[in-house]
C-alpha cells in the first residue's frame, strides 16, 4: 500500500500531466480555429467563384466577376484566380493556401487592356503571369521583356477566348512586377491591338 506521503506527489504528477493535457487540446483547438476562419475556401471552382464575389463586393459597388480557370503555381502555396468582369475588364486573384488545404484571397488585380502582365511572389519563387483576350485568335504567341531587369521570354498563347500563361522566373530577377508585352501572329508579324 502507498503511504499517504507518497500519494501527494502521485496525485500531483497525475494533475499536472492532466493539466498538460488540456492546455495542449485548447492550443490545438484555437489554433485549427484560427486556420479554418483564415483559410475557409474549399479548392473547387463553385466555392473560389463565390468567394471572389464576395471579394469583389467589399465596397459600396457591386460587381458582377465570372471565374474563367484557377492554376495552381507550381508546387507552391499560391493559387491564381483568372477572372472576367461584366464590363469585360480581366484581372486575377491571388489565392494562398493553408495547413487545411482551403484557400484565402490575399489581393486582387485587374485592368483594361487586351493583355495584362503580373509578377507574383509565392513560398517557392517568382512566376510571371500573361493574361488576356485572344482578339479573334490572332495572337500566336507573346514576348515579355520585364521593366528594369534583362529577362525577356516568350510564353504560347492558347486558342481560346481568353487565356492566362504562367512562366516560373529564375531567381535573382530584380524586378518582377512590370513589363513590356509584344503581341505576335502564327507568321511572326507584330499585331499592334490599339
Not at 9 to 25: A, C, E, Q, S, Y
Not at 49 to 69: A, C, P, V
Not at 90 to 98: D, N, Q, Y
Amino acid at each position: 500500500m502507498i503511504s499517504i506521503q507518497m500519494r501527494k506527489p502521485i496525485i500531483v504528477l497525475f494533475i499536472l500531466i492532466i493539466g498538460i493535457i488540456l492546455i495542449g487540446w485548447a492550443a490545438k483547438t484555437i489554433h485549427t480555429s484560427n486556420v479554418e476562419a483564415k483559410y475557409s475556401t474549399p479548392n473547387n471552382l463553385k466555392d473560389i467563384q463565390q468567394d471572389l464575389t464576395n471579394w469583389q463586393n467589399r465596397g459600396d459597388e457591386e460587381h458582377n466577376t465570372t471565374l474563367i480557370k484557377v492554376v495552381h503555381l507550381g508546387k507552391s502555396d499560391t493559387y491564381i484566380a483568372f477572372f472576367n468582369s461584366e464590363s469585360d475588364v480581366l484581372g486575377i486573384a491571388t489565392m494562398k493556401e493553408g495547413p487545411n488545404k482551403k484557400l484565402r484571397i490575399v489581393n486582387s488585380q485587374y485592368g483594361d487592356g487586351i493583355v495584362k502582365y503580373y509578377g507574383v511572389n509565392t513560398d517557392k519563387g517568382s512566376y510571371g503571369i500573361v493574361i488576356g483576350k485572344s482578339l479573334d485568335k490572332q495572337i500566336h504567341f507573346i514576348r515579355v521583356e520585364l521593366q528594369n531587369d534583362p529577362l525577356k521570354f516568350t510564353v504560347q498563347v492558347p486558342e481560346d477566348d481568353y487565356f492566362i500563361t504562367v512562366k516560373k522566373l529564375p531567381k535573382g530577377v530584380s524586378s518582377k512586377k512590370f513589363a513590356d508585352l509584344y503581341l505576335f501572329d502564327k507568321n511572326n508579324k507584330e499585331i499592334n491591338p490599339n
